[in-house]
């Protein structure tokens, strides 16, 4: 059974630029939530989708957004880069969400220049 | 406010012998306390988690005991092995299933 895969690996965005990462969850989950991952900061919890609904939001700014599409598919935006958005994105999913069900997806490397 | 902590950034233990990962939490409403390990350029793996009715769980080499009353969980790994070494995040959850992860501990096994 395929893993939760994220899109893209790695990228290098400019200050101000807007991004746009993918994630793709195990086939059956309906769950997606993102996490960022700084050094020193652990993994902060920023939102998470369930039948195309958001369902729990993180402290984050508005310049975080998030959408799930039908198939469960889900996609996090950041806007207006900023050089501390700089860090590892990760997306994990679950049938139901949380309840040690999780499962992560290897993260994508976001770096602001 | 991190509600999750692990205050030892980082742990080295002889292969073979036990290593002991430390995590308090200050959210008495976190009834199910999770422990993920990470790899570098690798998603967090679920590793065991723990409901507050118990106080114990075991699995194979790893034990996560939890002290409800001092807020306080921990991960035992016994026999440590090389292949262990690697970040291990404690996390809990709540009513609404949100998991509220610790900063890392990175356990270093010496062979």
């Known amino acids: 059974k395929a893993g939760v895969t994220q899109t893209p690996r790695y990228l290098i965005k400019t200050r101000g630029q807007q991004v746009t990462l993918s994630c793709s969850p195990i086939s059956g989950h309906r769950s997606v939530s993102w996490y960022q991952q700084t050094p020193g900061q652990g993994l902060q919890f920023l939102f998470e989708y369930f039948s195309e609904t958001q369902r729990n939001k993180g402290n984050f700014p508005g310049r975080f957004s998030g959408r799930q599409f039908s198939n469960s598919r889900s996609e996090m935006n950041v806007s207006t880069l900023e050089l501390g958005d700089s860090a590892l994105y990760l997306c994990?999913?679950?049938?139901?969400?949380?309840?040690?069900?999780?499962?992560f997806g290897s993260g994508t490397r976001l770096t602001v220049v | 406010d991190q509600q999750v902590k692990q205050n030892s950034p980082s742990l080295s233990v002889q292969e073979g012998r036990i290593s002991i990962l430390n995590c308090d939490y200050t959210?008495?409403?976190?009834?199910?306390f999770l422990w993920y390990k990470k790899y570098p350029a690798e998603g967090p793996t679920f590793l065991i988690s723990i409901s507050s009715i118990k106080d114990k769980n075991e699995d194979g080499r790893f034990t996560v005991f939890l002290n409800k009353s001092a807020k306080h969980l921990s991960l035992h790994i016994v026999p440590s092995q090389p292949g262990d070494s690697a970040v291990y995040f404690c996390a809990a959850s709540g009513a609404t299933n949100k998991l509220i992860f610790g900063t890392g501990t990175l356990l270093a096994v010496q062979p």
């Open positions: 994990a999913s679950s049938s139901a969400g949380g309840r040690g069900g999780y499962t």
């Open positions: 959210n008495s409403m976190f009834d199910y």
